[in-house]
């Protein structure tokens, strides 16, 4: 279900976006909080890998789960992980729903705790890293731009916000990754076997493109050359899926699309391509 806009995010300010909480009540609405072990490991292995010196490099080394779901354990998940980069890490999971907060409390440890909230991301300092995914989807695509702003001025500099979305055991991933000025980065991951078009990814896409992939619009031209190029690297199956991919992603880069990552990446199912590359248009 579709969250109704106005009450999601208070009354729109001068700039002409939502944003801030009404009288201190967290900002957003209960989803409903599906969700599985494991089922994030896309993105945290790109969190902990190729943007992991954010974490190294952050003077306060604070994270934040958003809207963990009925269950914490992908946010015990997500603490682990980060732990293993910077062992000092605080990591802190919030949710709108009270109960699924009071039943979290058992698994608090240092570095680790659990707590009410919202967008408004109640947390004392400025954190490093936000992963919110599977909660944005169920919002209006009207309230996203707010959202995200919301969370961007919330966070440090050079902080990352993951705006995401994936299927119920991870196997097809979609996330937008956003710094405290602007979106930077659409990144695709899929599972090899669980998917025959590369563009099967696209009931899995953050809120501001899964209802932009129609012609016109850019992220409808990325996933058809993705899978042209797919298509067209199938005498490389016989090598495994990993070359074929690879395979595709090269073709990307040669007809001018800017992707950001290499091999080390495509052999996992993976792809990350700039934000200007694939965003709405007007």
Not at 129 to 134: G, M, Q, S, T
Request: hydrophobic residues 45%; positive net charge.
């Amino acid at each position: 279900m579709v969250q109704k806009a106005e009450r999601v995010l208070a009354p729109r300010n001068q700039g002409g976006t939502r944003s801030g909480a009404r009288g201190g009540r967290p900002v957003g609405n209960v989803t409903r909080g599906t969700t599985n072990p494991n089922r994030m490991r896309r993105v945290d292995r790109w969190l902990t890998g190729p943007q992991g010196w954010r974490l190294r490099a952050a003077a306060d080394p604070l994270a934040v789960d958003l809207g963990y779901g009925a269950s914490p354990a992908t946010a015990v998940e997500l603490f682990e992980r980060l732990a293993a980069v910077r062992a000092d890490v605080q990591m802190v999971g919030i949710e709108i729903e009270p109960e699924r907060v009071r039943q979290a409390h058992a698994l608090e440890r240092p570095g680790l705790k659990f707590q009410l909230g919202g967008f408004e991301l109640p947390v004392t300092g400025k954190p490093v890293l936000v992963r919110a995914f599977n909660v944005l989807r169920q919002y209006e695509e009207a309230d996203v731009a707010g959202i995200w702003r919301l969370v961007q001025d919330r966070l440090a500099p050079g902080g990352l916000f993951i705006d995401g979305t994936c299927d119920e055991i991870g196997r097809r991933a979609a996330w937008v990754a956003l710094d405290v000025e602007r979106p930077l980065s659409l990144s695709l991951s899929m599972r090899f076997g669980a998917f025959a078009l590369p563009s099967d990814v696209a009931e899995r896409l953050p809120k501001a493109l899964i209802h932009r992939n129609v012609p016109g619009e850019k992220i409808h031209a990325y996933l058809q050359a993705m899978d042209k190029a797919w298509l067209e690297a199938a005498p490389l199956a016989a090598f495994g899926n990993r070359q074929r991919f690879g395979a595709m992603c090269r073709a990307l880069l040669d007809a001018g699309w800017p992707v950001q990552d290499g091999p080390s990446r495509w052999r996992m199912g993976e792809v990350t391509v700039d934000w200007e590359a694939v965003a709405p248009g007007p």
